[in-house]
């Protein structure tokens, strides 16, 4: 299995809406991220965890809370959100954080924020 | 911190032409460049990669090569076809930091039939 799996893979929500995205997988990977993706634009880096950690929070707006509940999910809990939140918002796992392991990535959940 | 410039932003090739994508990156500490393509609507898949250990990589009609020295590495599709077309990122990863993948800008390969 080498999948990541994400759901919703669309989503709509007011600006004072709760609503949370989820990501998982099952190829045992240690380190799991968050990218966020405007169009015709490369993914950006948003969080990353590592053994359920914590490891980076790229300056994130307070507004997007990760959450790692064990190592096989992920999640971004969103809050008051912003209509130019609305992008493409890319799960992907990588076997651990050492650089040169392949990080697959998730279908995303395509946001928007009205 | 890591940056990586990548050219062309597009680039239209004729079926069954060569594309070439260049990509430049600032971080001498960089070891692993993969190369992404990403179909409209869809997740970045990886096509191949190369690391620092490596001058170039081959896999069928797609092949990767790196100058550590210039800090550079290009993406080469040989006999294009249609459904080469698609934005490809390239990456580079940076040695001894969690930050993971720096993505270039993307170039958007049409491949006309």
């Known amino acids: 299995d080498t999948e990541v799996t994400q759901t919703p893979k669309h989503l709509v929500m007011g600006m004072t809406n709760k609503k949370s995205l989820k990501c998982e997988q099952h190829?045992?990977?240690?380190?799991m991220y968050w990218y966020k993706q405007k169009a015709k634009k490369p993914p950006e880096l948003m969080f990353v965890?590592?053994?359920?950690?914590?490891?980076i929070n790229e300056s994130v707006p307070s507004r997007f809370s990760p959450e790692c509940p064990n190592s096989s999910l992920l999640n971004l809990h969103l809050h008051a959100l912003q209509p130019e939140d609305s992008a493409l918002y890319l799960c992907?796992?990588?076997?651990?954080?050492?650089?040169?392991?392949?990080?697959?990535f998730g279908q995303g959940t395509r946001l928007t924020v009205v | 911190g890591e940056n990586v410039e990548q050219h062309p932003s597009t680039l239209s090739v004729q079926e069954g032409d060569s594309a070439v994508i260049k990509c430049t990156y600032s971080?001498?500490?960089?070891?692993?460049f993969p190369w992404y393509k990403q179909e409209l609507g869809k997740r970045p898949q990886l096509i191949i990669d190369?690391?620092?250990?490596?001058g170039e990589k081959k896999d069928q009609r797609i092949a990767v090569t790196l100058n550590k020295t210039a800090k550079h590495f290009s993406l080469h599709i040989t006999e294009t076809q249609p459904e080469d077309s698609a934005v490809y990122f390239c990456?580079?990863?940076?040695?001894?930091?969690?930050?993971?993948?720096?993505f270039g800008s993307g170039t958007q390969l049409t491949v006309l039939p």
């Open positions: 990456a580079a990863s940076n040695l001894g930091s969690a930050r993971q993948l720096t």
């Open positions: 190369i690391r620092s250990n490596v």
């Open positions: 992907a796992s990588s076997q651990d954080l050492s650089a040169g392991t392949e990080a697959f």
């Open positions: 190829m045992g990977h240690r380190a």
């Open positions: 971080d001498s500490a960089s070891n692993y």
């Open positions: 965890y590592s053994y359920e950690k914590l490891s």
